[in-house]
T-cell receptor
Framework: DTGVSQDPRHKITKRGQNVTFRCDPISEHNRLYWYRQTLGQGPEFLTYFQNEAQLEKSRLLSDRFSAERPKGSFSTLEIQRTEQGDSAMYLC??????????FGDGTRLSIL | GENVEQHPSTLSVQEGDSAVIKCTYSDSASNYFPWYKQELGKRPQLIIDIRSNVGEKKDQRIAVTLNKTAKHFSLHITETQPEDSAVYFCAATNSGYALNFGKGTSLLVTP
């Protein structure tokens, strides 16, 4: 399968802990995106990379969130000091240039 | 920022009937409008998209129409099948990267 891959699929953690998610985009896709989706809502844009450069961050991305894409390949999204409101599905997508975005299966985060 | 509204929130049709989902957007500079289908617990999958220089696009049983003047676009599914049952999301963007999604339409196709 050469689609977008995300790990882990599920993450349960206690409030206040740090968590990190990983996304492997489709090979040769130079753009990578992170979205957050809560129950009954559409995905909300968080941030976007072109190659290794983070070019845009949503206001939704508080200081507790950080994303990286070293070497322009996989990306990580870290949430520090997790809060109840961080519970959501975190989706990663990739594209080649302005071509359509292809999503991964997401990481479901549950905060206890 | 861009605001996308989607209607209806739920839609139930009988197998073989047509289904129409409508979206409106607020930013007249938006120029790309994709539609995604999301089955329970699965990833959003692109089913069709349209750019602002085109008024209509069709792919087998699925079509999308765009009215730039009125700032609305619609998804049309003909000859619906039970496997079309899913949540459908419309989206719009003027940036080319940040997709702004509607809240989704839960489509149920009953045999």
């Amino acid at each position: 399968d050469t689609g977008v891959s995300q790990d882990p699929r599920h993450k349960i953690t206690k409030r206040g802990q740090n968590v990190t998610f990983r996304c492997d985009p489709i090979s040769e896709h130079n753009r990578l995106y992170w979205y957050r989706q809560t129950l009954g809502q559409g995905p909300e844009f968080l941030t976007y990379f072109q190659n290794e450069a983070q070019l845009e961050k949503s206001r939704l991305l508080s200081d507790r969130f950080s994303a990286e894409r070293p070497k322009g390949s996989f990306s990580t999204l870290e949430i520090q000091r997790t809060e109840q409101g961080d519970s959501a599905m975190y989706l990663c997508a990739s594209s080649y240039g302005g071509q359509p975005q292809h999503f991964g299966d997401g990481t479901r985060l549950s905060i206890l | 920022g861009e605001n996308v509204e989607q209607h209806p929130s739920t839609l139930s049709v009988q197998e073989g009937d047509s289904a129409v989902i409508k979206c409106t957007y607020s930013d007249s500079a938006s120029n790309y409008f994709p539609w995604y289908k999301q089955e329970l617990g699965k990833r959003p999958q692109l089913i069709i998209d349209i750019r602002s220089n085109v008024g209509e696009k069709k792919d087998q049983r699925i079509a999308v129409t765009l009215n730039k003047t009125a700032k609305h676009f619609s998804l049309h599914i003909t000859e619906t099948q039970p496997e079309d049952s899913a949540v459908y999301f419309c989206a719009a963007t003027n940036s080319g990267y940040a997709l702004n999604f509607g809240k989704g339409t839960s489509l149920l196709v009953t045999p």
